[in-house]
């Protein structure tokens, strides 16, 4: 049984995609390890698939770049990126682990093929020529919220060595062992995640995952402009955060909180906070901001949205809520995963803002007390009002309709814990796993266009003029 950590489900990256900018990354350093890099003579990589159809608009090419030269997607200085890319194309090298200089042209040793492989819609391969003559090649794939296959290999990340003492594969093995041990939904998944570190790294690299959130909350909250690419869109969250604190400014993260909790928490006001916080994430994520993956960058800005609206709004008790909130939404998110997808290339924008949705309608439930039933009964809820989504990006880009979108599955988020909560889980009629199995099946029916194709949907009929770079 596959099992999967809280923190192969939220990871710190940078934007704008899981899928398509992660990724790539990934596998560009996995590659990296593979190979003697000081033999290295010559380099090509071959983007396929969605990975070419939108790649360019999703900082693929970049993603590749950045790999290859040996950062790490989580400690990266983002305000860099441009500078390290535009070495590449000044120099015409780059610097494999940013040791070893070749030529590198990136018009020529990075190829967008407009096809895809049999096995995934993500693919790239990447094929070295080293200094004795022979080569190294490997075809990766990018199968969703940063997650990597690599052609013939077992997943990145490796299948944990270590048994779960609570194997979960579907939400009838959940609720089984919450009937079995009487524990809550996050309880169950700290005692797994107990076989896998101790409990001192789990607090901190859960509130960890949090503060990055909260910053880029924060970050998004307080910066103006036009995002890149060409459409022009402009950040929009700073306007919605100056008109909810009356144009007060705050000195920093902490002072900033404490005033959104006391100037005016009308019921208007909350809500459009809840807004003004998944765009500040997502705009962030659009102009290759540090995110977490929750699942995906795509819909990044679901799960922090909710679970900021909780800390700023109802009575909580810190990092304890904190922890339970992310514990309990990765689940829902690892259930999706083993049972569907969380691939916006296989299953359309359902795979992304409907699995977000659906972790943080959890996540909430549980901090707001309900039980482990009506925490399941809010992911379903949650996710059941996103079947069918589709992923039309227009140019490639995650701006439009990306944004906004997460925006509604906050709502959306919030809509189905309030009706979880007075729910009674004897008179559901539709299961958490009915709802997981439907999403897998309305995925394999959906058109290929609308999977992050951007060849249907708003992306074909909404006319936008690029300028060319």
Known sequence: MEQISVFDILKIGVGPSSSHTMGPWVAALRFLEQVDVSLVVDMQIKLYGSLAKTGRGHGTDIAV??????????TIKTKKINKYIQTVYDKQLIELKGQFAIPFLPEEHLVFVYKNLPAHPNALTFKANLANGTSVEATFYSVGGGFVQQDGATEIPAPKTVQFPYPIKDEKDLKKWVKKTRMSISEIVMQNEL???????????????????????HRGCHT????????????????????LLNGVHTKDLDDWMNLIKVVNPSFTNVVNWISCFALAVNEENADFGRVVTAPTNGAAGVIPAILMFYISFYPNQGEKDIIRFLL?????GSLFKKGSTISAAMGGCQAEIGVSSAMAAAGLTECLGGSAEQVLIAAEIAMEHHLGLTCDP?????????IERNTMGAMKALTACQIALTSDPKK???SLDNVIQTMKQTAVDMHEKYKETSEGGLAVNVSVVVPEC
């Open 65 to 74: 770049m950045l790999g290859l030269m040996g950062y790490d997607p989580k």
């Open 195 to 217: 076989s896998l570190r101790k409990k001192s790294a789990i607090t901190k690299g859960l509130m960890e995952i949090w503060t990055t959130m909260a910053a880029c909350i």
């Open 224 to 243: 103006k402009g036009v995002l890149p690419g060409g459409l022009d869109v402009e950040r929009r969250a700073h306007r919605f955060n100056e008109k």
């Open 328 to 332: 309990t939404a990765s689940e829902i």
């Open 394 to 402: 227009i140019k490639g880009l995650v701006q439009v309709p990306c």
């Open 428 to 430: 559901t009629k539709v």
